[in-house]
């Protein structure tokens, strides 16, 4: 149990294109999810929270005009990149909470198998 | 505000010995919630284990356990007989209070067994 998926793995795309990035919890229902931004050999850093129905919560410094965030469903949550530029090029990972009812009730994230993004 | 910390950057261990991964962390709420990730070179996070601040005994998982100190807010993960698939970058997370969403995450330790 407790599967999240990413669609793409890796994508490559021209300067000024929008890139949408798809988080799936494949085996059950994500009320919330997240989304990080790791840039090479650092930690993750949280972009923004996406719960079901409702507008994402963003971090301080992140542009929601550039990221939008949509979280459509219990399982799908999706990541826009509006106008990549070359400085958006990183690796995007997303994480759904299991809200308790897996891990004896640790409220675990579960995280997908990441998005690496190339801006040329 | 709360703040994870790992002191070692890269660690290198011989396979089959045991190795310590250490975390401090520094928080003012007393419900919280501490987290293991494994990342291999191919990117995924890995849920490894997860301790609640008031569980009474250290959380263990295999050959995964976490040695958790509440008075020392430590809560350093301990990998047994280690294998060269254990080779990966670990992160100590923390989540405070029951219900909060957010997870902040420590700046990780590279593991590297040697054969």
């Known amino acids: 149990g407790a599967v999240v998926s990413q669609h793409p793995s890796r994508v490559i795309c021209k300067s000024g294109t929008s890139v949408k990035i798809e988080c799936r919890s494949l085996d059950f229902q994500a009320t919330t999810m997240f989304w990080y931004r790791q840039f090479p050999k650092k930690s993750l850093m949280l972009m923004a929270t996406s719960n079901e129905g409702s507008k994402a919560t963003y971090e301080q410094g992140v542009e929601k005009d550039k990221f939008l965030i949509n979280h459509a469903s219990l399982t799908l949550s999706t990541l826009t990149v509006t106008s990549a530029h070359p400085e958006d090029s990183s690796f995007y990972i997303c994480s759904a909470r299991d809200g308790g009812r897996l891990a004896g009730g640790s409220d675990t994230q579960y995280f997908g198998p990441g998005t690496r993004l190339t801006v040329l | 505000a709360q703040k994870i910390t790992q002191t070692q950057p890269g660690m290198f261990v011989q396979e089959k010995e045991a190795v310590t991964l250490d975390c401090t962390y520094d928080?003012?709420?007393?419900?919280?919630?501490l987290f293991w990730y494994k990342q291999p070179s191919s990117g995924e996070m890995i849920f490894l284990i997860y301790?609640?601040?008031?569980?009474?005994q250290n959380a263990t998982e295999g050959r995964y356990s976490l040695n958790f100190q509440k008075a020392r807010k430590s809560a350093n993960l301990v990998i047994s007989a280690s294998q060269l698939g254990d080779s990966a970058m670990y992160f100590c997370?923390?989540?405070?209070?029951?219900?909060?969403?957010?997870?902040?995450f420590g700046s990780g330790t590279r593991l590297s067994i040697r054969p």
């Open positions: 928080t003012s709420d007393p419900s919280y919630g």
């Open positions: 997370a923390m989540r405070e209070a029951p219900g909060a969403s957010k997870i902040i």
């Open positions: 301790q609640g601040s008031y569980d009474q």
